[in-house]
Antibody
Framework: EVQLVESGGGLVKPGGSLRLSCAAS????????MNWVRQAPGKGLEWVSS????????YYADSVKGRFTISRDNAKNSLYLQMNSLRAEDTAVYYC????????????WGQGTLVTVSS | QSVLTQPPSVSAAPGQKVTISCSGS????????VSWYQQLPGTAPKLLIY???KRPSGIPDRFSGSKSGTSATLGITGLQTGDEADYYC????????????FGGGTKLTVL
């Protein structure tokens, strides 16, 4: 069974940093591209970032480019999102999601972790 | 403002059929597969339809998907109260500004 479990969310002040983690199991993690998708309170889904299986290709939404860094450790079956210079508008539930094949929308999603940016 | 356009809400009675539309452009829906997701209150999105019209294992055939040109449609027949949820379409976008794009979501109310 595919499982994705996010952690690392919490309350942070504007301008602060946070690192999210996603632990994957139930599939060959190193064979899949992975994504971070977020959802602001009461709002829709917004794609944040994507990383290919070997980390060769990385993409970011314009809204986070230069502030967020996606990475992965295939030996640990883990995906990460380093978030710096956080803003109030980054407040959201952050989901880790698997990409079934290159250029495809996600299939499996984690349960999400809430990030709140507030003073 | 979402790249893909969905109606904010739809409603129908139990047992009835409902359709949810998703409109895009040639850089996304027009040249790529569409997926549909169901998000029950307080939970993560769940894949309902992939590659325009395929259902993952465990998804009942009451749910169907189709695509024509730059638009896609999700159909749900035999509506149940448990189908009340938010539904999102998603696809890859081949423009330079995005990678995966989603619709704004449609709230389904089963009256």
């Amino acid at each position: 069974e595919v499982q994705l479990v996010e952690s690392g969310g919490g309350l942070v002040k504007p301008g602060g940093s946070l690192r999210l983690s996603c632990a994957a199991s139930g599939f060959t993690f190193s064979s899949y591209s992975m994504n971070w998708v977020r959802q602001a309170p009461g709002k829709g889904l917004e794609w944040v970032s994507s990383i290919s299986s070997s980390s060769s290709y990385i993409y970011y939404a314009d809204s986070v480019k230069g502030r967020f860094t996606i990475s992965r450790d295939n030996a640990k079956n883990s995906l990460y999102l380093q978030m710096n210079s956080l803003r109030a508008e980054d407040t959201a539930v952050y989901y880790c999601a698997r990409e079934p094949y290159s250029g495809s929308p996600p299939d499996y999603w984690g349960q999400g972790t809430l990030v709140t940016v507030s003073s | 403002q979402s790249v893909l356009t969905q109606p904010p809400s739809v409603s129908a009675a139990p047992g009835q059929k409902v359709t949810i539309s998703c409109s895009g452009s040639s850089s996304n829906i027009g040249n790529n597969y569409v997926s549909w997701y169901q998000q029950l209150p307080g939970t993560a999105p769940k894949l309902l339809i992939y590659e325009n019209n395929k259902r993952p294992s465990g998804i009942p055939d009451r749910f169907s998907g189709s695509k024509s040109g730059t638009s896609a449609t999700l159909g749900i027949t035999g509506l149940q109260t448990g189908d009340e949820a938010d539904y999102y379409c998603g696809t890859w976008d081949s423009s330079l500004s995005a990678y995966v794009v989603f619709g704004g979501g449609t709230k389904l109310t089963v009256l």
